[in-house]
């Protein structure tokens, strides 16, 4: 066997409330695509991270091509040949796709040379990109692919690709498993970071599987089955969600052609949005995030209220200029994508969070009663099987999902009539996503209205009841969850759902 | 090297003001030992002088009442992230306020005049301040800017008065109002020292506060906009309501403050009204970690120094500035100090690296 490109020897990282690596030990070969697979938390990032210099080890050690290194920064890295591609995009928006890649690379080029580069190395993988464009004019799969020029262009042995597909359409993931696949067969190293079982059993051909910061599994994903995966990765296999025909009931929301110009430069104008839920449904909203679903959630919250009044009806009323108090008096829960500074507070604790959407413990005359406040939080905690220390933990000691566990349980607490819920998963262990799909699937059997907007398709072909498509500020006709289809879904996600029902 | 803690630390939040009055001790000794003067006799000067005696710890309240009065209102504000820098302007319009109704005293008015002394210098640190807060709400303007350019505007407005239409016309010409009646005085609690009724008012709004803050919703709801904005907006708490209430409050207590120095102590209008309280009062609120209860302790610390500032000049032969130098002194630790309440000191050895070995990219 040759020598491995990257060796990691018993790495262990300790941060002050956790273990993020305990021993964790690695093996990259030269053109191997790798898979990190595990849950959020599961310590992957971190060790990334590690290996391109951002954090130190507290133990263990780094072979690159045999020889002991330690990487100091992630200058040193992109010496050695670790280029690293963020889940989170560092680009100017003001500038040009060049001046962003000759930024990154220290100037050592004129930017001609550097655009001449990104346009040869573009050829070379098919990537689309043009190097004069501003970064603001790009879509998210196209900013990606910058992102991937500008680590290509230091001609890596080794790149780091962390969680490369949550923004992009089914379309673009193949685009990019394309390049990835020719970057291995040239000797390109990849490590690729992902907790979605599919897409390792596709591209990857080894794999090491994380959980709580160890690792539990070493395996060629080829061979396994999502099971074995995810037996692997979480200790058990997800329970499978019973769901039944829904029988839709009165209507709950109405959104007739809302537009809304966009409130800053980079934000989405709605165009023309048409909705409808009823009682005892789940309906989903699929779509590559940034094309609007933010600017719709506010204002269907009552967060924005510029609406006109009458292109929101909430259970008949015209809402369009309610805000988010009267509209929850009606029945409207919500439960926003930011949990941290939206959906909680988080210095105050959770018993004090309650009180920014519930008024059970508070008297006609505004007095807090602080002892029910505590036991309404209590049961919270206890019905959604919360970890945490108690009412009075500080939202921000909560671990993502544990706190999305709350704050959903929260807003179900409430009895709603109508539930909308943004990506109700996002950064959640796989337990606790399966533990939040069911309760909102009880919840529509019990007859509440639910709207989820969500990017894991696979998450909306589970629960939904139909499903709408949002692109570019613009929202699709609704389609039966029966006759969606992961390519159909795909191509209305670019905008394209015009062609279809004009022939249909 | 310092590390994150996981949680914020309770002992340190308590402790580090603690620490950084320590910090500013020592400072201030060296500071002592550098004019050449002798280190124990400046801290006695600042420290033991002003408690050593009944009379001088009713003076060191005197001067605590207003710094306390004006930071509960400051509380308010900062805590729901709007930053009221002027109160001094609202004390000063409060105390012109105060002081025309005094003015209007002869000597067979009734003895609740005073309750409309009281009322006119809230209702004017209300005015001033809703100033602030109409031109935030209507315009954006900034906030922080207009309620200190306030200030000047307000110094100036009580200098036209007691150069101008308010001047005593038996007064030699000085700059000040006539000495106000007797009947225009604050009560006393008791005789032979200073301290008034405003001390109660004082308690009594501290005590006000705490309800307010921990045990109604609308507390809550003020305080969500300045933690959390978004979730404000979420919640649906008006950014307006809490703008406007949060201004309205600290101009009505540094209006309140105004009233009862000119109606107490000072008995008249002067251009030297404008003594510091309202900038003082913003350090106040902050060592006292914007609690009522820890206010009350840095209202009488900050006290400490003026009274300390004062002594220092007539017995150390010191410039009065030393005040101030302490107050900056206080809040410039406590903000080193409040690190330690999110971070944590970790001794390290610089590990034993192996150096790397680099080889270049090809």
Redesign the interface.
Known sequence: MSIPRLELEHITKRYPAVVANSDVSLVVQPGETHAVLGENGAGKSTLMKIIYGAVKPDAGSVRWDGQPVAIRNPHEARALGISMVFQHFSLFDTLTVAENVWLGLGKTASLAQVTRDIEAKAAEYGLDVNPSRHVHTLSVGEMQRVEIIRALLTNPRLLILDEPTSVLTPQAVEKLFAVLKQLAAQGCSILYISHKLHEIRELCTRCTVMRGGKVTGDCDPRQETNASLSRMMIGAEPPALAHRDSQPGGMALRVKDLRLPSLDQFGVALDGVSLEVRAGEVVGIAGVSGNGQQELLQSLSGEDRRAAPSSIELFGQAAGAMGPAHRRHLGLHFVPEERLGRGAVPTLSLADNLMLTRTESVGRSGWIDTGALKRQAQDIIARFKVRASGPEAPAQSLSGGNLQKYIVGREIDARPKLLIVSQPTWGVDVGAAAQIRAELLALRNAGCAVLVVSEELEELFDISDRLYVMAKGRLSPSMPRAQADVSRIGEWMSGLWDRESAHA | ML?????PSRFWSLASPVLALALTVLIGMVLFAALGKDPVRGLQVFFWEPIKSAYALSELMVKATPLLIIALGLAVCFRSNVWNIGAEGQYVIGAVLAGGVALLADKDSSRWIVLAILLAGIAGGMAWAGLTAFLRDRFNANEILVSLMLVYVAEQLLNYMVFGPWKDPAGYNFPQTKTFEAVTQIPRLMTGSRVSIGLLLALLGVAGLWVFLF????G?AQQ?GG??P??A????F?SRKALWTALLASGAAAGLAGALEVAGPIGQLTPYVPAGYGFAAIIVAFVGRLHPVGMVFSAVLMSMFYIGGELAQSRLGLPKSLTGVFQGLLLFTLLACDTLVAYRVRFVRAPA??????????
């Open positions: 590390e994150q803690r996981p949680a045990r109604t919703r609308a809550f969500v933690l959390a978004a979730a907006r979420y919640a649906g008006s690296t192996v150096a790397p070995v680099v080889k270049e990219a090809h």
